[in-house]
């Protein structure tokens, strides 16, 4: 059977993530921003709890955790370079370390760039990643910590991921991040296409992810900084994929 996947709405513009095994009963949630409707959520589906996964330390993604963690006794799991501020953790991970939740493996990934402790949760048997503040809707996280070259290289490993994996990332910021790439190019037909459908999604209060990974190399750019497109549309025809990633975001930061 396949896993199930469900996006929770919290605080203004967050998401948390259950993934759920159905042959084996175990339930992870991914960041916690507020505990209440992660605990709704639960008792609505009547899953229990085995895992809280954290991609960083933001308190955007962690405030629920203690009480998440107190109600249901689960796990907490999350970067062994940030766990002196992270909550308490039960398990702290690197790059390469695969959790498993029931039958489902996830694999850690190292994604620096918003924070200089970030990770990604990758599940390839589900084919969905959780990215929390790395690479997100139509963009990624601002360079909080972390250098224009780490954030490059972080996104360039989830570039790598296979097309069809489902991104689950940590905002509601699909509108905005499409309105500064259809200023970077305002001729690019799919991203047209998806600003439409972005729109329409969040007129009907209908959140904008997960996201394909294919979308999101058709439409984001700073997964498109080394194409040519890109270079030209920021004047920056011989300068290399790190330069022009950092002018991107430079400018989003300004937009």
């Not at 002196?84 to 029931?102: A, S, W």
């Not at 990624?140 to 689950?168: H, N, W, Y």
């Not at 999604?201 to 040519?228: C, I, Q």
């Amino acid at each position: 059977m396949p896993p199930d996947l469900v996006i929770i709405p919290c605080l203004s513009d967050n998401y948390s993530y259950l993934l759920h095994d159905p042959e084996t009963g175990a339930t992870a949630v991914v960041d916690v921003p507020d505990a209440a409707p992660v605990l709704a959520m639960l008792k609505g589906r009547g899953w229990s709890l085995s895992h809280i996964l954290i991609t960083h330390h933001h308190s955007d993604h962690i405030d629920g955790v203690a009480e998440v963690q107190k109600a249901t006794g689960a796990v907490v799991i999350g970067a062994a370079a940030d766990a002196h501020r992270l909550p308490p953790l039960t398990r702290t991970v690197i790059e390469g370390d695969v959790i498993d939740v029931g039958s489902l493996a996830l694999s850690v990934v190292d994604v620096p760039g918003h924070t200089i402790g970030h990770i990604a949760f990758y599940c390839a048997a589900a084919e969905i990643a959780f990215t929390g503040d790395s690479l997100m809707a139509a963009g990624c996280g601002r360079l909080f910590e972390g250098t224009p070259a780490q954030m490059s290289e972080s996104l360039a490993k989830l570039a790598a991921l296979p097309e069809d994996t489902l991104i689950c990332s940590g905002h509601e910021y699909t509108q905005s991040n499409i309105r500064f790439a259809l200023s970077l190019e305002p001729d690019n037909p799919e991203l047209i296409l998806r600003s439409d459908s972005a729109d329409k999604s969040r007129a009907k209060g209908v959140p904008t992810v997960p996201v394909p990974l294919y979308d999101e190399l058709e439409t984001n750019p700073f997964l498109r900084a080394h194409l040519p497109s890109l270079k030209t549309a920021v004047g920056m025809m011989n300068a290399t994929p790190v330069a022009v990633f950092a002018e991107i975001r430079a400018r989003k930061d300004r937009f």
